[in-house]
């Protein structure tokens, strides 16, 4: 099916995959019995800059005020924004002195990564078939698109 709609229309569609199951997951999370980790977990990551903290983190264990250069926002916001992380046992701290060091926790996304897996193989199913389906198509290239003038 790559070949068919090409890398950046499949990533596309993958981000829109993801995006999808994640904004299912908040809606229904307390529906189906959700686990109060897990929730904690993605209510942690729905936020950009708690995101962009994870991403400089994936490099090495970084000092709060190492952590916040990047951001416009005073030490102290940065700090509850590390308290969130810490809370869903994304990221851990170790004060020395009077620095902070924050590091990500070993293996603290495999539950959500194994989440989502398990919620995207039926839809990558899905996928297939549809891909399938149009491969075995005659090729109507004459057939004018949708929405464009014909």
Sequence with gaps: MGALLGSAALTALAFALTSRILRYMAKYSDVDG???ELDRMF???ADAT?????ARLVHGPASVSQLAEPFDMALPTIVQHLR???EARIV????VGRVRTCQLVPDALVPANAWI????RPHERRLDRLGDFLVKQPNHTNRPTSGGPS
């Design 34 to 36: 959700g686990d109060a």
């Design 43 to 45: 209510r942690a990551l």
């Design 50 to 54: 708690r995101r962009a903290i994870v």
């Design 84 to 86: 969130v992380l810490e």
């Design 92 to 95: 851990s701290s170790e004060k």
């Design 117 to 120: 897996v398990a919620h995207r």
